[in-house]
């Protein structure tokens, strides 16, 4: 159980870290939107931070909260792999805007990255929880920040009504 538990925590580090490098490479293509892709960089890194730490300290003591990421290991995985696909891309053809916040808005909604955001916006049961909210309140829903600024720039795509 704690090696399982151990391999999620790993994985779910290299996703933030994944959706990062997706975000430096828009910061480094789409230079009117740096703000927004600076802070989500600095935001998806944080979660790495945060996630490590978590795990130096609260592992040891199997005290590490169920919930911040998603259990399933072959869904992460997959995630972590199209991640990396789609930076292969990059490398050969750069992303149109739009496409490039679309790309955005699927990675937020997807396996680990929407498990998180749950997690950092859901009534905490336990005290451990409670910190781990604590240290990533300055980090929003990035899904929702993504649609406003894109409603703001005027970018249109297609997003969920709900949002």
């Not at 933030?16 to 939107?33: G, I, R, S």
């Not at 989500?40 to 945060?50: S, Y």
């Not at 997807?110 to 336990?126: C, N, W």
């Not at 604590?134 to 899904?143: A, E, P, Q, V, Y």
Request: some cysteine.
């Amino acid at each position: 159980m704690k090696k399982t538990l151990e391999q999620l925590i790993d994985e779910s580090i290299k996703l933030e870290l994944n959706v990062a490098a997706v975000y430096k490479n828009y910061l480094n293509t789409f230079p009117e939107d740096s703000e927004l892709w600076l802070r989500l960089i600095q935001e998806e890194e944080k979660h790495a931070d945060l996630i490590q730490s978590m795990r130096s300290t609260l592992l040891l003591l199997h005290q590490f909260p169920a919930g911040i990421f998603t259990s399933s290991m072959k869904m992460l995985k997959k995630t972590n792999n199209r991640l990396i696909l789609i930076l292969k891309e990059y490398n050969k053809e750069q992303p149109l805007r739009e496409s490039a916040f679309k790309v955005a808005l699927d990675i937020e909604r997807s396996v680990g990255e929407l498990e998180f955001q749950l997690a950092a916006e859901k009534s905490p049961d336990s005290g451990i929880m409670k910190i781990f909210q604590d240290l990533n309140k300055d980090c929003r829903n990035h899904t929702k920040e993504i649609i406003a600024y894109m409603r703001k720039e005027g970018i249109k795509i297609e997003v969920d009504k709900e949002e």
